[in-house]
């Protein structure tokens, strides 16, 4: 809480990258991590523009259980593998409390999905590693009960923590989920850890992506997640919200230049 502690806290991955504090963190990648072939070409996107954070998971959270469920543990080898040879780091989702240690040494940001924002245990868990979490806001989740969650990790002796807003689930149908982008300066109010927005999931809709993007930035966001896949069409995952690689492109210019002008 800024009550405690006034001073933004500032998260250091390593070989210059950072989240928090006087810079704009982009992160972006597939929704799923489907093959090397697959990674190769988001990588080779992200360095030409200059991203440093990927993000992809290899453990899947969907809705139906016959729906692609991840390469796990040995995509989460190869992610990391190529990841590190172009000095790129990982954002990717841990599900469950024994992945936690099987993972810790392939990931550079432990993700907990919007799902298991209450997973009191895998929290209490994840208190204990040495590396940062980003925390999503649930589904249903209000702003208090991230910041509750956000502390069970603190509270655990894990202090490197990023809130994340993603959208919640609202009577609207005319988007996947509604980004409240009333969290952003609200969670920066309350809480001196950095905050960053999905906007891929806040609204679900690849061409609106970008303006929810910017508006997240303007809100005050110290970073944005979003999903990008050579052919968004064909992903494993979220396909739908997914932009291809030129209009990440012309993303990730809007991005830096809206966020010079806050
Ligand atoms: C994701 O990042 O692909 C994801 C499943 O996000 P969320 O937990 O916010 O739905
Ligand atoms: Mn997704």
């Known amino acids: 809480s800024r009550k405690w502690r006034v001073k933004p806290t500032v998260l250091d991955l390593g070989d210059g990258v950072t989240i928090g504090g006087n810079s704009l963190a982009i992160c972006a990648g597939p929704c799923s ?9 988001v990588m080779d996107h992200l360095v030409a523009n200059g991203v440093r954070l990927m993000r992809g998971g290899v453990f899947k959270p969907r809705s139906s259980p016959y729906a692609f469920r991840g390469l796990g543990l040995e995509g989460l080898r190869d992610f990391h593998r ?18 936690v240690e099987e993972m810790h040494d392939f990931v550079d940001v432990f993700q907990v999905g919007a799902r298991n924002t209450q997973n009191f245990n895998l929290l209490d868990a994840l208190g204990g590693v040495d590396k940062p979490v980003l925390l999503k806001r649930g589904i249903s989740g209000s702003i208090e009960e991230l910041l509750s ?37 609200i969670l920066k109010a309350k809480s001196h850890l950095p905050v960053i927005v999905d906007p891929s999931h806040g609204i679900g809709i690849r061409e609106y992506v970008p303006t929810m993007a910017l508006a997240g930035v303007m809100a005050g966001a110290d970073g944005i997640v979003y999903e990008t896949h050579e052919t968004p069409e064909t992903a494993a995952s979220d396909g739908a919200q997914t932009l291809d690689f030129e209009e990440s492109a012309r993303l990730i210019r809007n991005l830096r230049r809206v966020y010079q002008l806050r």
Do not use: W
Request: with cysteine; proline share 2%; hydrophobic share 40%.
């Open 33 to 41: 991590i489907e093959s090397e072939a697959q990674m190769e070409k």
């Open 82 to 99: 190529m990841a590190r040879a172009r000095g790129l780091k990982i954002v990717t989702e841990v599900m469950q409390v024994s992945q």
């Open 149 to 185: 969650s956000a502390e069970y990790v603190f509270s655990g002796g894990n202090e490197k923590l990023i809130l994340c807003e993603r959208g919640i689930r609202t009577f609207e149908t005319a988007s996947r989920n509604t980004l409240d982008l009333n969290a952003v300066p």
